[in-house]
């Protein structure tokens, strides 16, 4: 358990920085006061005005989002739609009797949409979500209080789709679901209409594509890690919508499931098993080749050792109706921070500051921690640090004759490894590295693969949370960067100084390739800010939490970005946190009482220590 220093004054956790892109970072997530609030998208689509608890909350909940999404329309680069894991309406049920705001909110999936290429964003929910009172709401069949892992893709037709990993009971049991779903909007003039602007618009539908247990948390099958792509060839596989995810089991293992529809979303057929089930694998991403080719690319853990592990894939040439056997796209030593866990309890609470659904709860019953932060979120080091491990996203050129797949990664840079001289490591406790972004290009039709490149080789600062998109054009990779992180060392995690005071530390950079990959041009710093990813946000405000990707989405030589981001949060002191306790930079304001040894909770969790937000950019 550390604290800071800053006593009672507030700092803005980013700080400004020369660079960035020729234009200023739009913001897609506007739950404040004066950033145009949260719209219900039967609003946006008959001009009715609607609203309820939830977007009420939402237009200043000053609230947080993580893991975005974002796909740019393929028939009209002005309407790009984002999305994110989006906790506006956490605390959409009024107060306690000691004034705290009631955390029995939904967490549930954005809908933000541009229609000037992405200067700004109107800010939505994606219908269906408890409490939605519009006609939209019987149109979703989900039957969850929390819906994430929002994934996009278009077709060339002005359809959207928008899978999702939905759980948590709505009736408030510890049943866990662990379903997947898939939502669709369409253009209101129905498909291929003139008006290209009202192209993903209207909600039509959600579905589930595949159910989980009703065991609780993530016990029995829970289906999570979500990935999708739609056919935009005009070949015989045109309009298809393919679906992949992680299964996991009771046993801690998992497994790669395939769904596809072929009415445009209106249903999906059978999961389908694609991995091997001897190891543990995750992260699917899919790609389809100009001539209608499906690709699935995942992570894949092969042995004992973090050096065992690989980027993985199969291919389909019949529509995602079959696939090949397992073939490897790379191997790599893993870079995930982790650490020995030093659990201290809480002080007691009248209420949880967060609901049951907080997808970033702590890892209290492991002994080795994936993330670190106070009391039970605690580890033996000292530093505070988010989720963060090596992850592959894949991408292919439909406009292109060539079938190519291309795939970036995030693992440790080899022969960087060092000791850290503490329990703190990426490889393992006690042993750090440098994390990079690396390329690889696979030809489908020979399954040769090009030897592994840096797109970005700097020698300070980790590179974390890659994507890569492609259509009719360059190839456009994006990435986080802590090349301007003051505190850089391979043996500490991002952003942390020796003392374990947090600072901010990430920019999002970007860079691209005229020639498929064999060059890529210098990288651009996207965002305008450099952010501080620590802030103890989540879990009871013990633990940071920076969702697990980024995205990017290209069409010809325009390509859009986005990025988890705190520069809006405020910092301030942890009441519950003893004075010579130390964090600099992590805690967050927040405002609590303490009477007879148990504390209130959070009372003023809209005055901007929860603010994490959504920012996007046009990218090189």
């Not at 989980?212 to 792509?229: C, H, L, M, R, Y």
């Amino acid at each position: 358990m550390r604290r800071h220093a800053l006593g009672a004054t507030i700092v803005v956790a980013g700080v400004l920085a020369c660079g960035g892109t020729a234009f200023a970072d739009a913001r897609l997530s506007n739950d404040q006061p004066g950033e145009g609030g949260y719209v219900s998208d039967y609003t946006l689509v008959t001009g009715r005005p609607t609203t309820d608890a939830a977007l009420t909350e939402c237009s200043h909940a000053h609230g947080r989002q993580n893991e975005p999404a974002v796909a740019v329309d393929p028939r009209n680069t002005n309407v790009i739609v984002g999305s994110s894991n989006d906790y506006c309406a956490t605390y959409d049920d009024g107060a306690d009797g000691n004034g705290a705001p009631i955390a029995s909110g939904p967490i549930w999936i954005g809908y933000y949409r541009s229609q000037n290429g992405g200067m700004s964003f109107v800010s939505s929910l994606v219908p269906g979500y408890p409490g939605d009172t519009t006609p939209y709401a019987s149109r979703s069949q989900l039957r969850t209080a929390s819906s994430g892992d929002p994934v996009l893709a278009w077709d060339r037709h002005g359809r959207l789709f928008e899978g999702t990993e939905t759980s948590e009971d709505a009736a408030g049991s510890p049943k866990g679901f662990g379903d997947q779903g898939v939502a669709t909007f369409e253009n209101p003039g129905g498909a291929d209409a003139p008006n290209t602007a009202r192209d993903g618009l209207e909600f039509k539908r959600s579905v589930i594509v595949a159910s989980g247990s009703s065991a609780p948390g993530v016990g029995g099958k829970f289906n999570d890690k979500t990935a999708i792509e739609a056919d935009r060839t005009g070949g015989a596989c045109d309009g298809n919508v393919y679906f992949a995810y992680s299964r996991f089991t009771g046993s801690r293992q998992s497994n790669i499931y395939f769904t596809r529809s072929t009415d445009h979303g209106v249903s999906f057929s059978k999961p389908a098993l694609l991995s091997p089930s001897t190891h543990s694998v995750q992260d699917a991403d899919i790609s389809v080749t100009g001539n209608g080719h499906v690709y699935v690319t995942w992570n894949a853990e092969r042995g004992p050792t973090d050096a065992d592990e690989a980027v993985e894939y199969v291919k389909s040439t019949d529509c995602g109706r079959t696939f090949s056997k397992v073939g490897t796209v790379a191997t790599y030593t893993t870079y995930e921070a982790q650490d020995v866990g030093a659990p201290t309890a809480a002080p007691a609470q009248t209420r949880a500051d967060d609901p049951p659904s907080d997808e970033a709860g702590g890892d209290a019953a492991s002994t080795t921690n994936r993330d670190c932060g106070d009391f039970s979120d605690a580890c033996e080091s000292g530093y505070t640090f988010f989720r963060r491990a090596t992850q592959a996203r894949s991408t292919a050129d439909q406009r292109s004759a060539a079938e190519n797949v291309y795939v970036v990664y995030d693992p440790s840079v080899p022969g960087s490894q060092v000791p850290t001289g503490t329990t703190y490591g990426s490889i393992q406790p006690g042993t750090g590295s440098q994390s990079a972004i690396y390329f690889v290009r696979l030809n489908g039709a020979t399954g040769a693969v090009t030897a592994p490149q840096r797109i970005a080789p700097e020698t300070v600062g980790h590179q974390l949370f890659p994507d890569i998109s492609v259509e009719g054009g360059a190839l456009h990779a994006l990435w986080w960067d802590s090349r301007n992180d003051t505190t850089y060392s391979r043996t500490r995690p991002i952003g942390n100084d020796a003392s374990g005071n947090t600072v901010p530390s990430l920019d999002t950079y970007a860079s691209t390739s005229p020639d498929g990959g064999t060059t890529w041009t210098p990288s651009v710093r996207m965002s305008d800010v450099t952010t501080n990813p620590n802030a103890e946000q989540f879990d009871g405000r013990q633990v940071p939490f920076a969702g697990d990707y980024l995205y990017i989405s290209a069409v010809g030589n325009f390509a859009y970005g986005t990025w988890t981001d705190w520069r809006n949060t405020l910092n301030g002191p942890d009441q519950r946190e003893t004075a010579d306790d130390h964090d600099a930079g992590s805690d967050v304001w927040q405002c609590r009482t303490q009477s007879s040894g148990t504390f209130t909770a959070d009372t003023c969790p809209r005055a901007g220590g929860l603010d994490q937000d959504i920012y996007g950019d046009t990218a090189p």
